[in-house]
């Protein structure tokens, strides 16, 4: 397994990877953010491929400047997503994934990097916390229509 930037020649795995991690948004939705994305400095992605050059995972990277739950500074490195396809779960690519990740923020001046899951997202929460991040918080958002 390798990590590396993301360019042209991984733009389509790329994208059915992110389809996979966010199936309620459309695929013309995810490629036109993901082009966006690619024309920013505060994004960047890098992806895991294997032997054969096939992408098997992929983190996705802000730099946030805003506040962000349970730091103490600015700018952040913010996990927007990261997946690894289920036949290589379990063999450390989230993990790599995440190291690139860290990489990337140091470069950008970050001392800290962050990221969230849903609260009945189990799994995610036990790697986060197996890998060093700890609990920030918990927030329940309500919505009311008023309309």
């Known amino acids: ?18 389809c996979d991690l ?8 995810l490629e036109n953010t993901l082009q966006e994305e690619f024309n920013s400095d505060r ?18 990277l802000s730099l946030r400047s805003d506040y962000v739950e ?14 690894v396809k289920p036949a290589y779960r379990r063999l450390h690519v989230a993990e790599a994934l995440v190291q690139a ?9 970050c001392m800290e990097i962050a990221s969230d899951t849903p609260v009945n997202n189990t799994e995610s929460q036990h ?10 918080g918990v927030i329940v958002h309500y919505i009311r229509n008023i309309g």
Request: hydrophobic share 35%; with cysteine; aromatic share 10%.
């Open 1 to 18: 397994m390798t990590i590396r930037n993301v360019d042209t020649n991984h733009l389509t795995g790329l994208l059915e990877m992110a």
């Open 127 to 136: 790697f986060h916390e197996r890998i060093g991040f700890q609990k920030a």
């Open 70 to 83: 349970g730091s103490s500074g600015s700018p952040v490195a913010y996990i927007e997503g990261i997946y």
């Open 43 to 60: 994004h960047h992605h890098f992806i895991a491929v294997d032997d054969n050059d096939e992408c098997i995972g992929f983190i996705s």
């Open 101 to 109: 990740g860290i990489g990337w923020g140091r470069q950008k001046g």
């Open 22 to 29: 966010w199936p309620d948004t459309a695929k013309e939705d």
